[in-house]
Structure formats: C-alpha cells, structure tokens
C-alpha cells in the first residue's frame, strides 16, 4: 500500500504494509516483515515572539495617564509548529497621585 499519512504531524511515523499473495511451500523462506514504518521528516517550528519593550515614559506627572510595551513576532511558525500566543501588547496605568 502506500505510505499513510505522518501521525502526528510533527515527529511522527508513517508506514506502509504489503499482502502475502503466496504462503512459502516446500521449503521456501518465510516471507517476513509485511509493515515498513518509518520517521516522518516534516519541519515544525514554533512561532517565537520577542521579549517585551521597556514600558512607555508616562505621557503625564499626575493625573493618571497610561503607558503601553509592545513585543513582535521574531519567528514565524513553520510546517505543522504552534502559532504565537498572547498579546502584542499591554498598556497600564501611570502617575496616578
């Protein structure tokens, strides 16, 4: 048969199995091992974000401003890896006397 489908995706195997048409007879040799398996060679990479910027300088000395940090994509995911998770970015409040 042909080979199935890599399970799973990333690090995974895949295998193939034949039939037996004619059982060995006066004396012949077993046929032997009917399923291949091997490793599956796909690439999967994932996707890694950068650290976090330094928070923003307070836009205000009092009152109650907001400050923002942001990080970006610094590799995309390849193949079957993980898309990024998370925020891009954050804001939270500053100088609030």
Known sequence: TNWTDCEPFCNGTQS?????????????????????????????????LTDWSAWAECPVTCGGGNQSRERSIAAEKVGGGKECEGNKNE???CSTC
């Open 16 to 48: 193939r199995s034949r039939t037996i048409s004619r059982q060995p007879s006066n004396g012949g040799k077993e046929c032997g091992n009917v399923t291949d398996t091997k490793e599956c060679g796909n690439i999967c990479e994932d996707c890694v």
């Open 91 to 93: 804001t939270q409040a």
